[in-house]
């Protein structure tokens, strides 16, 4: 079974939905769906569900993986993002080309590397800038997709993704 939190739309039992994230491309149709152990016909937006897809399937299943109607979202592994950096007290700290964050989205947690624009050099604690990210692995992303970053460890930030890289 998959679990989660549905973000927006709906899922019934036989609609067919895409696993979107590392190792992507597989499909399944939607066996069944529960809401607090008990079975449902189907659940909407902001519900808390486990859906049932084919043995085959779920044991392909990872940790920030997405499901979603098929084609309706892709995986990605670099875009552009505005990141807000926390103050030195909560764990901020300068962020600057070549550093290697950990990003927070969704569910998935994944290492990436950050590229400012050219003639920046840093960003600083309390301070919002442009960042371009490579990511390690591909994950689930849409513009305006927001997320927590981590730096030597410690909660240094968040952001918003702004463009996509192709």
């Known amino acids: 079974m998959a679990a989660g939190r549905i973000e927006r739309g709906r899922v019934r039992k036989g609609d067919r939905v895409e696993i979107v994230g590392p190792a992507t491309g597989l499909t399944a149709v939607v066996a069944d769906i529960e809401h607090c152990r008990v079975r449902i016909a189907e659940a909407r937006a902001d519900m808390n569900v486990a859906v049932l897809l084919p043995g085959s399937v779920s044991g392909a299943l990872d940790r920030g993986q997405v499901l979603a109607t098929p084609g309706s979202i892709s995986a990605r592994v670099g875009f552009t993002a ?85």
């Open 82 to 166: 505005d990141i807000d950096v926390l103050s030195e007290e909560h764990g901020g700290t300068e962020i600057g080309s070549g550093d290697r964050l950990q990003f927070h989205v969704r569910a998935a947690a994944v290492l990436g590397t950050v590229t400012l624009p050219e003639g920046a050099d840093v960003v600083r604690p309390l301070h919002r800038g442009e960042v371009a990210v490579t990511l390690d692995q591909s994950v689930a992303l849409e513009e305006g997709q927001s997320f927590a970053f981590r730096h030597h460890g410690r909660a240094a930030g968040s952001g918003a993704v702004t463009r996509l890289a192709r």
